[in-house]
């Protein structure tokens, strides 16, 4: 018996259950999230069955070490350094909890370090790529006045897709503002331009009463032909579908639009502390990621535009 009480084995599935049941129960966490700690944890058990590995009381911190390193280097499938950090942060979260629960001695995660990540910066598009692209979803169309009403609102107020996927009509609060429900069931409330109020207006009057009568009543904002809630994966294949009408000749993401919004404020002269609130950053240090990106354009417009720079 070990300094905590340990007796017998902990195994590894039934350890993974407990711990996710853990923090969908205990903590709370969303069905996303907790999905996103499965996927992370089927890859840490079929390596340590793979080290034959049965008993997480046998794992050591050189074995964590080892399994970051495989994560990095194998050539099947490869991760980004941004995914294997995100996978070990899971894999350390599930070894704290052997820990407080007294499944195991020691916390042998603890000092394993993520590998290094280079600095991502966020893709943006230009004003002239952005109008192209709002442009390509004009009609009267109910789809048109949908998709329309989506991608306005996306750039309006920089939300995540989750998040204006999951707007229901309430959360259109007065004339030119909108609620937002971000990571953590954070609310934020994030004023809504003119353009993509007027957009929602007329997709709420021309489009969604007729979407709404071909499924049953729901809240949602946005529906889709059978008028059920537009899914996240929906939203994506919309803005890609817009993206290629537009010609765009960029890759255009999900995000391009929250990172065109905050590039575009920024160039602007908004504050970046007024981006993050609206962002829904927890860290200004996030949002300040956008400021190198709007320093790069600066540098390339002073190097064109200012007759001593080259």
């Known amino acids: 018996m070990g300094?905590?009480?340990?007796?017998?084995?902990?195994?590894?599935?039934?350890?993974?259950?407990?711990?996710?049941?853990?923090?969908?129960?205990?903590?709370?966490?969303s069905a996303n999230t907790v999905a996103a700690y499965r996927r992370d944890l089927v890859i840490y058990a079929g390596w340590l069955m793979d080290a034959e590995i049965t008993d997480l009381r046998a794992v050591t911190g050189p074995q964590v070490s080892a399994f970051v390193q495989h994560l990095g280097s194998r050539t099947e499938s490869p991760l980004t350094a941004a995914s294997v950090a995100r996978i070990l942060s899971t894999v350390r979260g599930f070894h704290r909890f052997l820990l407080e629960e007294s499944l195991v001695d020691v916390d042998v995660a603890h000092e394993t370090k993520p590998p290094k990540l280079g600095l991502r910066l966020p893709k943006a598009i230009s004003i002239e790529q952005v109008t192209a692209l709002l442009a390509a979803t004009d009609g009267e169309e109910l789809q048109q006045l949908r998709d329309k009403a989506l991608l306005e609102l996306l750039y309006a107020t920089g939300a995540r897709v989750s998040e204006v996927v999951n707007l229901n009509v309430d959360d259109m609060l007065e004339e030119d503002v909108v609620r937002l429900t971000g990571k953590g069931n954070k609310q934020r409330i994030v004023p809504v331009g003119s353009f993509a109020r007027a957009a929602v207006d007329a997709y709420l009057v021309r489009a969604r009463p007729v979407l709404s009568g071909r499924g049953k009543a729901t809240p949602a904002l946005f529906l889709g032909v059978r008028g059920h809630r537009v899914s996240r994966q929906n939203a994506w294949l919309i803005i890609r579908a817009a993206a290629e009408r537009a010609e765009l000749g960029v890759e255009v993401s999900p995000h391009t639009l929250r990172h065109s919004f905050a590039t575009h404020l920024l160039s602007g002269g908004a504050d970046v502390r007024v981006v993050q609130e609206l962002l829904g950053h927890s860290s200004v240090a996030t949002t300040q990621i956008y400021t190198l990106v709007t320093i790069d354009t600066l540098r390339d417009v002073y190097t064109t535009a200012h007759p001593r720079a080259r």
């Open 3 to 29: 300094p905590h009480g340990v007796t017998g084995p902990a195994l590894v599935e039934p350890a993974v259950h407990s711990y996710l049941r853990h923090v969908s129960i205990e903590r709370g966490l």
